[in-house]
C-alpha cells in the first residue's frame, strides 16, 4: 500500500514539474492567452442593463428569440466561438483599432467608410442589423458583398449584435493598432504581470468584487440621471468619446506610477460609465427593432 501511495506522489511530482515546464516555455516564448472584449461578467453587466431597459414588446421578442434573459445568458456566446469553425470570418467584428492622434472627422469617418484594417467591428455591427431588420420588413435590402449572410439563424444574429454592441464601448476595442489593441503594452496588477488589454476587459471590474447582477444594479443607480442624455448622443458622438477616452489611457500610461490602487481608484469610475452607456444604447438599438 505505501508503496503505491509513493508512486501516486511521484506521478502527481511530475506532473508539476511538466506544468512548470509549460509554464516557462510559454511566458518565455511570449505567448499569452487571448483576451476577449470585457470578459464574461462586463459582457453580462452590459446585456443585463439593456435588458432591464426594454420595452415589453422588445423583451417579449428577445426572450422569444433567446429564451427568457437569455440575451444576458448568451452574451458571451461570439466569444466562445471563437476556437470553433462555426463563423470563422467573425475574428475581427470585435474590434476597430485606431491610429493615435487622429483628427475627429478621421475618427467619425470610420463609422460609414469602414476602414480596410484594424478590425471590422462598426461594419459588422451595421451588417447584421441590417440583416436583421430586413427580415422583419425594415431598412433598405442588404448589399451582396458582406460579412454577415443572409442564411445566419436570427438567433445567433441576435447573439452577435449583443456581444459587439458592447465590444464597441470596450476602450480597448477601440485601441491602437500597433500595439493590439493594448495587447502588447505589458502592465503589473499587483503582484503578477498583465497586459493593458486585460485591465480594461477584466482585472478592473473583478477588483470591485461584485456579482453581474449586483454591478449592474449599482449602475443603474449611479448612473440613472445620465441615462436620457445617453440616448440622445449620436453615434459619431458616442464614436469620439470613447477614442479620446481611449487616448486618455495611454497618456496615462506614460505617468502612472505602477501602483495598482492608484489606477483603480483613476479608472474605475470611467470604466464603470462605459458599461453603463453599452447597456443603454443596446437597449435603445433593441427597442427601436422590435
Wanted: hydrophobic share 35%.
Amino acid at each position: 500500500m505505501k508503496g503505491r501511495e509513493e508512486d501516486l506522489e511521484l506521478r502527481i511530482d511530475n506532473m508539476r514539474r511538466t506544468i512548470l515546464i509549460l509554464l516557462t516555455i510559454a511566458v518565455c516564448c511570449g505567448y499569452s492567452v487571448p483576451v476577449l472584449g470585457w470578459g464574461q461578467k462586463g459582457h453580462r453587466i452590459i446585456a443585463k442593463i439593456a435588458y432591464d431597459h426594454l420595452s415589453k414588446k422588445a423583451r417579449k421578442a428577445v426572450d422569444s428569440t433567446l429564451g427568457k434573459q437569455g440575451m444576458i445568458y448568451w452574451s458571451n456566446w461570439p466569444d466562445e466561438i471563437r476556437s470553433d469553425t462555426i463563423y470563422p470570418n467573425s475574428y475581427d467584428w470585435h474590434f476597430q483599432d485606431f491610429n493615435g492622434g487622429l483628427s475627429d472627422s478621421t475618427v467619425v469617418a470610420a463609422l460609414s467608410d469602414y476602414p480596410q484594417e484594424g478590425g471590422n467591428l462598426f461594419r459588422a455591427i451595421d451588417e447584421l442589423t441590417g440583416v436583421l431588420r430586413a427580415s422583419r420588413g425594415q431598412g433598405a435590402p442588404q448589399p451582396e458583398n458582406r460579412l454577415v449572410s443572409r442564411e445566419m439563424p436570427q438567433s445567433d444574429i441576435l447573439k452577435f449584435i449583443v456581444h459587439l454592441s458592447g465590444d464597441r464601448f470596450c476602450p480597448m476595442h477601440t485601441a491602437h493598432m500597433d500595439d493590439l489593441g493594448g495587447n502588447r503594452v505589458k502592465m503589473q496588477w499587483f503582484d503578477r504581470e498583465t497586459r493593458l488589454h486585460t485591465v480594461w476587459d477584466t482585472d478592473l471590474i473583478e477588483s470591485q468584487g461584485y456579482s453581474f447582477s449586483e454591478y449592474a444594479e449599482k449602475l443603474e443607480i449611479e448612473y440613472a440621471g445620465e441615462k436620457n442624455a445617453i440616448e440622445q448622443m449620436s453615434e459619431a458622438e458616442l464614436l469620439l468619446n470613447n477614442y479620446h477616452f481611449t487616448e486618455s489611457i495611454y497618456a496615462y500610461q506614460a505617468v502612472w506610477d505602477g501602483n495598482t490602487y492608484h489606477y483603480i481608484y483613476r479608472w474605475r469610475q470611467p470604466m464603470e460609465r462605459q458599461l453603463y452607456i453599452a447597456g443603454i444604447r443596446l437597449a435603445k438599438l433593441l427597442n427601436e427593432m422590435y
